[in-house]
């Protein structure tokens, strides 16, 4: 496959450590509606609250984190929502899940402060807020959230100011894949396959062109989708059947190496597959992804011969016998 350019992401570290623990205690009050579910979100883990509004969660990330409050739809819509800054300590949030704006953390970690004071400011001086905070995880999370306010230039100015102990963080990484990948041109049949290079389980780096000469099936997933669980039995059919003619490939957008390897292992056992860590999203993004699952059949000569998205029972089944009896 001619390569258009090839793109590299290292391994990214997860920020734990076991010299201090920060712990949270939820004790709620008021009646939520009947449909609603309040649950408590840390380090990309949720938590639902117990019949008394109750929880407990804790962390071991090496910088501050946030811990969210959400109430969720059953319908999985989040209605609500309030987040605080915390870290290695022991905090409580209170307040009554009738009215989020109630909802209180003790201690208040000095971050709380700096991103109140940056929403109640104009654009100019939350510019400020931001460049003087680069140098904690606050502000490199308010950067993110603010990239419209910037040039390319100006973002990778700021990008080159944030210290390196925050290059693994999801706002970091997600900033430096919009600017790596904005002007990448919208995958269409016919176009040649953009490379790239990955993680694989086994701590391997592997490129898309690893598999020149075969088709290769791109599935874009995240630990977080039911529907991209869902097509993995039908994927597993697929691949049995037709191993020696393409190779899988699932690509995982996760926010973290440990979400992308530990979690719903159940599921995850049926994958023999190539099974890829998509670090910081930049596949995901390189190839414009908005809907998960998708999959992009990249025929033997490294182009794009076909593009769809969304579970449907037996549809990638029926698109490999296609493609393989008619050929």
């Known amino acids: 496959m001619k390569k258009l350019f090839i793109l590299s992401i290292s391994l990214l570290t997860t ?3 076991f010299g201090q623990e920060t712990i949270v205690i939820a004790n709620l009050s008021g009646v939520p509606n009947k449909k ?36 969720i739809q059953s319908n999985g819509k989040i209605t609500e929502r309030e987040s605080f800054w915390v870290y290695d300590d022991s905090y409580q949030i209170t307040g009554d899940v009738e009215d989020f704006s109630s909802l209180k953390i003790s201690p208040n970690h000095p971050y709380n402060e700096i991103e109140s004071a940056f929403y109640n400011s104009d654009k100019e001086r939350q ?18 959230s603010s990239v419209s306010y910037y040039s390319d230039e100006e973002l990778e100015q700021l990008l080159a100011k944030i210290p390196g102990s925050f290059h693994a963080t999801d706002y970091y990484t997600k900033t430096k894949t919009n600017l790596l990948t904005k002007d990448a041109p919208k995958p269409k049949v016919g176009m040649k396959a953009i490379d790239f290079e990955l993680e694989s389980r086994a701590g391997a780096m592997v490129s898309l062109s690893d598999f020149d000469g075969k088709y290769r099936l791109l599935d874009f997933s995240n630990s977080g989708c039911g529907p991209c669980f869902m097509a993995l039995p039908d994927i597993k ?35 023999i597959w190539t099974d890829l860590w998509d670090a910081g999203g930049l596949v995901s993004s390189l190839y414009q992804i908005q809907i998960l699952p998708s999959y992009i059949l990249v ?15 037996g549809k990638i089944v029926r698109e490999m016998d296609s493609l393989f009896e008619k050929n």
């Open 299 to 313: 025929n033997p000569d490294g182009e794009i011969e076909k593009i769809w998205n969304s579970y449907k029972i």
């Open 237 to 271: 059919e697929a691949y049995e059947k037709y191993s020696s003619e393409i190779e899988v490939i699932s690509i995982w957008d996760d926010k973290t190496k440990d979400i992308w390897m530990n979690s719903s292992k159940k599921h995850k056992e049926q994958i």
């Open 15 to 17: 920020f734990t450590t």
């Open 127 to 144: 510019k400020e807020i931001i460049s003087e905070n680069l140098d904690k995880a606050v502000g490199v999370q308010l950067m993110a």
């Open 36 to 71: 609603d579910m309040i649950r408590v979100s840390m380090d990309f883990i949720s938590y639902q609250l117990d019949e008394n509004l109750s929880a407990k969660v804790s962390s071991s990330s090496e910088i501050p984190t946030q811990v969210t409050v959400m109430k």
